[in-house]
């Protein structure tokens, strides 16, 4: 009777989990993202604290310029998110221009086999001045950010309101999820 | 350099003996097909009679003659560079200015890139021997001293070739400069004939946008539209527009209407903006070819060659990432001299700051098979630049710059000092 009631209680717990998966991480998750694998979608509930270099770009708007901060997470795409947030708010020293508007909403974060998803909101792109190399310090402040500071992110791929989009402000192909370019410290891209 | 991984560098050892073994070949191959010859086509049941003759020239047969022997369909694809062959029993993909052929999902390699000669399709003749019979279904033997092509019976050939995973991403390197038809070697210096504007944006896409409200889709067109009038008039170039209006026009859109009107030259004109109000000046860009996209450096790993392991490299990734490294590579030498002349024509003209002459993963001038710049006419985002970027003397004065710069290019190309790219 005992083992009766177990098997069923499991049963239970595991198509509440189930639908749990399906309803919520469904339906969060923006199109073109692979489901992760089961398990995958149990946060690790372990505050992270990080001391990160924050690629903003330098006061000629010609290269990335790195700045120094502290930066705490629930779980590891909490983590980023608040990342990509402290880029959004900007850098603290005036010598540094910011690379994001700062109307800019983190949406999500996902993060699955090296490649980090961020979706931001509209105002990324709506905001944005517009220039060739401003999109392209844009870009790669969050790349280079979220790649260079974590050994496992190989690449990242920025979402528009939950889509891909072929570019940011109309020149620089964000179609796929890119690796980090740390020439543009020298503010080379080769 | 991150990039430069042990199997990485492995694999460009690979290539480099992959492309001596090609030049070699190639070399042996040259003396019998370095002037013109006929290849006779023996059909079967015909004994020695012909059924017909391919005319070769360099070592390249006419692609329409051999459509017409060996009864082939064809269709272009939008951008010009992906033309398929319908056979009989089969079809095949060529690459336009590469030496791939792809059928069915694998590849073969032939000695040299197809090749797009005002508006004619000439291929390697081992397309004859290699693709031929996948697309007809019979076997195909060159006599010793290639004058005769022996056709099999029906049934009889298929199509051979590798996974795109062995493959890897060599194919893209091993095309250039080999078989050179003769006419090219020997053709005169010529200036422009065909280009294009790109008047950047365009409808929804509003481009960068002043303090007072100018808008870069409405100052860059205008310029465009003035630079097209000078070109046309002073130097009787044909010039088209990629937008004559207010509208929306991809990214993709603009570089196949420069392949498909033919241009030389393709300039993309934008107004620039950053952060920070008070920068200044003037950026010319050229393509980098250097992608951060992990994927497109994972092809080049193919230690999996041998063993054959990890199926599954994506046949239209791997394409796309051939064609797109293919596109402007060849022109980005004559990308990097365009992009420095209007860099410098600008500056000295305008004086305004040099913000110098750039490269960078743009999205618009991917695809261009020509030499391809963009070019950044000024900070909108600077009031005070907004200001003058506004005033039609000032659009006109930019005009008159980028002509001047277009026109030294002409110039140079005229008196040959600037070796033109062949596609």
Not at chain 2, 68 to 74: A, G, H, I, T
Not at chain 2, 203 to 231: I, P
Not at chain 2, 241 to 260: C, H, P, Q, S, W
């Amino acid at each position: 009777m005992r083992k009766k009631l177990l098997i069923a209680g499991l049963l239970l717990l595991m198509s509440v989990a189930v639908y749990a998966a399906y309803r919520y991480g469904a339906a969060v998750r923006p199109p073109g993202i692979p489901v992760p694998e089961e398990g995958a979608l149990i946060p690790r509930a372990l505050p992270q604290t990080r001391e990160v270099d924050l690629y903003f770009a330098d006061v000629t708007g010609r290269r990335l310029s790195i700045e120094r901060r502290e930066v705490t997470g629930e779980n590891r795409e909490d983590l980023y998110g608040r990342i990509v947030e402290e880029l959004i708010r900007g850098p603290e020293d005036p010598g540094r221009l910011r690379t994001l508007p700062v109307t800019t909403l983190v949406r999500t974060v996902y993060f699955q086999d090296g490649t980090v998803w961020v979706d931001l909101d509209s105002a990324v792109r709506d905001e944005h001045p517009g220039g060739t190399w401003t999109e392209v310090l844009a870009v790669y402040s969050v790349v280079n950010t979220l790649a260079e500071n974590f050994s496992d992110v190989e690449q990242v791929q920025i979402l528009i309101e939950g889509d891909e989009n072929d570019t940011l402000a109309g020149h620089v192909d964000i179609s796929r999820p890119l690796g980090s370019r740390v020439q543009l410290l020298a503010g080379d891209w080769e | 350099m991150k990039d430069e991984r042990p199997r990485v560098r492995r694999a460009r050892i690979f290539l480099k003996v992959l492309a001596f073994a090609t030049a070699g070949s190639l070399l042996l191959s040259f003396g019998s097909f370095a002037t013109a010859s006929e290849i006779r086509v023996q059909m079967p049941g015909t004994g020695d009679g012909a059924s017909g003759s391919l005319t070769v020239r360099s070592g390249m047969v006419d692609l329409a003659s051999i459509m017409k022997v060996f009864n082939l369909r064809s269709s272009l694809d939008l951008m010009g560079d992906r033309l398929d062959l319908v056979g009989d029993s089969g079809s095949c993909r060529l690459l336009v200015g590469s030496p791939l052929v792809l059928s069915r999902g694998l590849f073969t390699v032939l000695s040299g890139p197809v090749q797009s000669l005002g508006g004619k399709f000439v291929i390697p003749h081992d397309f004859l021997t290699k693709a031929l019979p996948g697309l007809t279904g019979r076997s195909f033997d060159l006599d010793d001293d290639g004058s005769t092509l022996v056709v099999g019976p029906g049934n009889t050939g298929g199509f051979s070739g590798q996974r795109p995973e062995e493959l890897g991403r060599f194919a893209s390197f091993i095309r250039r400069d080999q078989y050179v038809p003769e006419e090219i070697l020997r053709e005169e210096p010529k200036g422009l004939s065909v280009v294009v504007l790109d008047p950047g944006h365009g409808g929804r896409s509003l481009g960068a946008q002043g303090s007072t409200g100018t808008l870069e889709k409405t100052l860059v067109l205008s310029v465009a539209e003035k630079l097209k009038t000078r070109l046309e008039e002073e130097l009787d170039l044909k010039v088209v527009l990629t937008r004559t209006a207010d509208y929306f026009v991809g990214l993709k859109e603009r570089t196949a209407i420069a392949n498909n009107n033919g241009a030389e030259l393709f300039l993309s004109i934008h107004a620039n903006a950053t952060f920070r109000k008070e920068i200044e000046g003037f950026e010319t860009y050229y393509l980098s070819f250097k992608s951060s996209d992990k994927k497109a450096v994972k092809y080049a790993e193919i230690e999996n060659q041998a063993l054959g392991v990890k199926g599954g490299a994506d046949e239209e990734a791997l394409l796309e990432a051939i064609l797109w490294d293919m596109a402007q590579t060849s022109f980005i030498n004559e990308s990097r001299e365009v992009a420095s002349i209007i860099q410098r024509s600008l500056v000295h003209d305008l004086r305004g700051s040099d913000r110098g002459v750039r490269q960078a993963p743009l999205a618009v001038l991917m695809g261009a098979r020509m030499p391809a710049v963009l070019v950044e006419i000024g900070f909108i985002s600077n009031p005070e630049q907004e200001l003058r970027l506004n005033r039609e003397s000032h659009q006109e004065e930019i005009a008159r710059s980028l002509y001047r710069a277009i026109e030294t290019y002409h110039r140079k190309l005229l008196r040959g000092e600037i070796q033109r790219s062949r596609p």
